[in-house]
């Protein structure tokens, strides 16, 4: 089974300033990892992906994350954040192998980022 | 084009009632999900279907949920006897694919918010 652990329910951040939203995640299998975001009142959005290929994956947004296979993280990071990046962050795992019983997602609990102005 | 939507919005119920929510998948997606997320459990996956076949059933808590999907088109999700502790935002999603095939994202719904007093 797969897990994944966000360990900041609450960031704040002033407008500008950089931030991290930290996720791990526990697989017995190689896993495919997206980042989910959710704004006040909307639905789930995909943010980004990592499938394979390059470690470091980006988002049209300015957010990227880097997959780190031997620290199981995938943080999600932002150099410079602006009050409409306040959301809800889910960080979420797929085993990366398909057996057609094995197509959902296991989500973290999600981080609140708040932008303080 | 049209997202995947669900319906309804909001539904307020009595304890001990039935009720039945409804999603309609992006047209030409073959697999769709169903999630709940709730303050206290976060985000869960509860079923998976394959066209009209649910290979993975594993996160429906008790036998009090059930799901359909006809036409390899809508789903309904029913909860029957509903009790207090289902209250939560029901999450339904879709995505591309098919036996042998996978695709890597979920498109999901805004959700319906359901109330048990």
């Known amino acids: 089974a797969q897990s994944v652990t966000q360990l900041d329910s609450q960031v704040p951040v002033f407008e500008e300033a950089p931030v991290e939203l930290r996720c791990n995640y526990s697989?017995?299998?190689?896993?495919?990892l997206f980042w989910y975001v959710q704004y006040p009142n909307q639905g789930l959005q995909l943010l980004l992906k990592?499938?394979?290929?390059?470690?470091l994956v980006e988002s049209i947004n300015g957010f990227e994350a880097e997959f780190n296979k031997s620290q199981t993280s995938f943080h999600l990071r932002k150099p410079s954040v602006h009050i409409s990046d306040t959301a809800e962050y889910f960080c979420?795992?797929?085993?990366?192998?398909?057996?057609?019983?094995?197509?959902?997602?296991?989500f973290g609990t999600g981080t609140r980022l708040t932008i303080i102005p | 084009g049209a997202g995947v939507s669900q319906s309804p919005s909001n539904k307020v119920t009595e304890k001990g009632k039935d009720v039945e929510l409804r999603c309609d998948p992006i047209?030409?997606?073959?697999?769709l999900y169903w999630y709940r997320q709730s303050l206290g459990q976060g985000l869960e996956f509860l079923i998976y279907?394959?066209?009209?076949?649910?290979?993975?059933k594993s996160g429906l808590p008790s036998d009090r949920f059930s799901a359909e999907r006809t036409g390899g088109s809508v789903s309904t999700l029913t909860i029957q006897r509903t009790q207090q502790e289902d209250s939560a935002v029901y999450l339904c999603?879709?995505?591309?694919?098919?036996?042998?095939?996978?695709?890597?994202?979920?498109?999901f719904g805004p959700g319906t918010r359901l109330t048990v007093t």
């Open positions: 999603a879709s995505s591309q694919g098919g036996w042998g095939t996978h695709s890597y994202e979920q498109y």
């Open positions: 697989s017995s299998v190689s896993v495919y």
């Open positions: 990592y499938l394979s290929g390059s470690t």
């Open positions: 979420a795992v797929k085993v990366s192998v398909s057996n057609f019983g094995n197509e959902k997602l296991t």
């Open positions: 047209s030409g997606h073959t697999a």
């Open positions: 279907f394959q066209g009209n076949s649910a290979p993975d």
